[in-house]
């Protein structure tokens, strides 16, 4: 049977699908709360927000295209990397960045394969690469792995740029990891973020969670002076969260990177009644001039670059950033909810580590949504069936326990940002979330 016949005879059918899972999400959802912040705002209370989830109404059945219809009847390898018992992938790593990503993925399939894989098929890594953040070790790697019998790759790589994901999807080779790689968003329909997709640039939806997670915490939407770089990071930075924020953004301040102070910084925003001060200067400035700005400014300061766990065993930096605000983009450890559990337990299959990184957490939530897709697919698995289900039928990727990445709708993840964020403090040394990780409202 052809893929069109396929569609048609699946049509209407989907539809229904979908519209019976709407009146289901629908009628178990609950509204968000948003909670006044506490008056001390040095011993925030944690704040969780109750979401919403529901699935896309018609939007996948009108967004297939002849030219994505077209791309199924192309695929010509349809049992690379697939056997009767096996599905084979690689994990493709910036060691410097992302160094133990594969351990979250080695517990994640220990659990899989122990309760007997995929459609009795186990996940089995053939092969952990890292090309140190070289753009042209990633690609040379790519362009042999796409010689050889791999069905999929974890990609967690900083130097994976578009000539690698084009390659990707040029040679039907599936990829998953952190959407914020070109490659994860629209036209590519081989990149698969476990968060959507989270390159505004790319596909022009910017991630809203920033102004989601300050108006819980402070029950109004707040007031927002903004630090970045004076480059091209914090032109495209200052452009989404303008787009956000919009005329609660009191102040734009951009500094050629290497003269930045936090003196300078304190003169510039002197007078100017704001509630949030969110530094985007990178890691190393962060920490040097997070102190400074903390004890100063009244408000909230805030980045999105510590949060690494670890980071605070050494005194020094605990220091620096004790008092401060930091948004994360992956389920923290330190609220201990059932997504978190979920690893802990995976990692002690594998005698893994008690406190978790976020490279172990992406190479786990990555693991986690090629899983789900696969099961979809169920036992007829192929590269043909494999496409049709994430970008002809779409899948529903779901995390059942709390505090776990958001739902997202496989064929509408390469346009937008699954949303699922967390805000955390430093207070006494160590991460205390603030406002639990939740999504956003979907209509």
């Known amino acids: 049977m052809s893929t069109t016949e396929f569609f048609q005879r699946n049509r209407n059918r989907s539809i229904l699908l979908i519209i019976s899972s709407l009146f289901i999400a629908c009628g178990n959802a609950d509204l968000p709360e948003l909670i006044?912040?506490?008056?001390?705002?040095?011993?925030?209370?944690?704040?969780?927000?109750?979401?919403?989830?529901?699935?896309?109404?018609?939007?996948?059945?009108?967004?297939?295209?002849?030219?994505?219809?077209?791309?199924?009847?192309?695929?010509?390898?349809?049992?690379?990397?697939?056997?009767?018992?096996?599905?084979?992938?690689?994990?493709?790593?910036?060691?410097?960045?992302?160094?133990?990503?594969?351990?979250?993925?080695?517990?994640?399939?220990?659990r899989v394969n122990n309760d007997g894989g995929v459609a009795s098929r186990k996940i089995e890594i053939l092969e952990i690469v890292d090309d140190n953040g070289e753009e042209e070790l990633a690609l040379s790697t790519i362009q042999r792995i796409a010689e050889e019998d791999v069905f999929a790759v974890i990609?967690?790589?900083?130097?994976?740029?578009s000539e690698v994901t084009d390659f990707l999807a040029e040679n039907q080779i599936p990829f998953f990891g952190w959407g914020f790689l070109e490659g994860f968003c629209e036209p590519n329909k081989w990149g698969f973020g476990f968060n959507g997709c989270m390159n505004a640039a790319a596909s022009g939806v910017p991630d809203t969670s920033s102004l989601r997670l300050t108006q819980i915490f402070y029950g109004r939407t707040p007031?927002?002076?903004?630090?970045?770089?004076?480059?091209?990071?914090?032109?495209?930075?200052?452009?989404?969260?303008?787009?956000?924020?919009?005329?609660?953004?009191?102040?734009?301040?951009?500094?050629?990177?290497?003269?930045l102070t936090d003196q300078e910084i304190l003169n510039d925003i002197n007078g100017i009644d704001a509630d949030v001060?969110?530094?985007?200067?990178?890691?190393?400035?962060?920490?040097?001039?997070?102190?400074?700005?903390i004890t100063e400014f009244l408000g909230m300061v805030v980045d999105d670059v510590?949060?690494?766990?670890?980071?605070?065993?050494?005194?020094?930096?605990?220091n620096q950033l004790e008092g401060g605000y930091v948004f994360t983009q992956f389920p923290p450890q330190e609220e201990y909810r059932s997504a978190t559990?979920?690893?802990?337990?995976?990692?002690?299959?594998?005698?893994?580590?008690?406190?978790?990184?976020?490279?172990?957490?992406l190479g786990y939530w990555s693991a986690d949504l090629l899983v789900s897709l696969l099961n979809s697919v169920g036992q007829d698995l192929d590269l043909r069936?494999?496409?049709?289900?994430?970008?002809?039928?779409?899948?529903?990727?779901?995390?059942?326990?709390?505090?776990?990445?958001?739902?997202?709708?496989?064929?509408?993840?390469?346009?937008?940002?699954?949303?699922?964020?967390?805000?955390?403090?430093?207070r006494g040394g160590v991460f205390r979330p603030v406002v639990n990780f939740n999504c956003p409202l979907k209509d």
């Open 36 to 110: 006044s912040a506490p008056i001390e705002v040095d011993r925030p209370q944690v704040i969780e927000e109750k979401t919403k989830e529901s699935l896309p109404k018609d939007d996948v059945v009108e967004n297939i295209t002849e030219e994505i219809i077209e791309e199924v009847e192309n695929i010509v390898e349809i049992n690379r990397g697939i056997s009767d018992e096996q599905i084979s992938i690689v994990v493709l790593k910036s060691g410097n960045v992302f160094k133990d990503v594969e351990i979250g993925v080695q517990a994640l399939l220990e």
């Open 155 to 161: 990609l967690a790589s900083t130097a994976a740029n």
């Open 223 to 259: 007031k927002l002076i903004l630090v970045t770089t004076n480059d091209d990071a914090g032109s495209a930075f200052v452009s989404q969260v303008q787009s956000v924020w919009g005329t609660n953004i009191l102040k734009v301040l951009r500094y050629d990177k290497d003269a």
């Open 277 to 293: 001060l969110w530094l985007s200067v990178g890691l190393d400035k962060t920490i040097e001039l997070k102190k400074s700005l």
């Open 306 to 318: 510590t949060y690494l766990p670890g980071i605070l065993q050494s005194y020094d930096v605990a």
């Open 341 to 361: 559990t979920r690893i802990m337990t995976d990692l002690e299959l594998i005698d893994g580590p008690l406190i978790y990184s976020q490279a172990i957490s």
């Open 385 to 426: 069936t494999f496409f049709r289900t994430a970008n002809v039928e779409g899948a529903l990727y779901e995390p059942d326990f709390a505090g776990g990445p958001c739902s997202l709708q496989t064929a509408l993840s390469h346009q937008d940002p699954a949303g699922g964020a967390a805000l955390l403090q430093v």
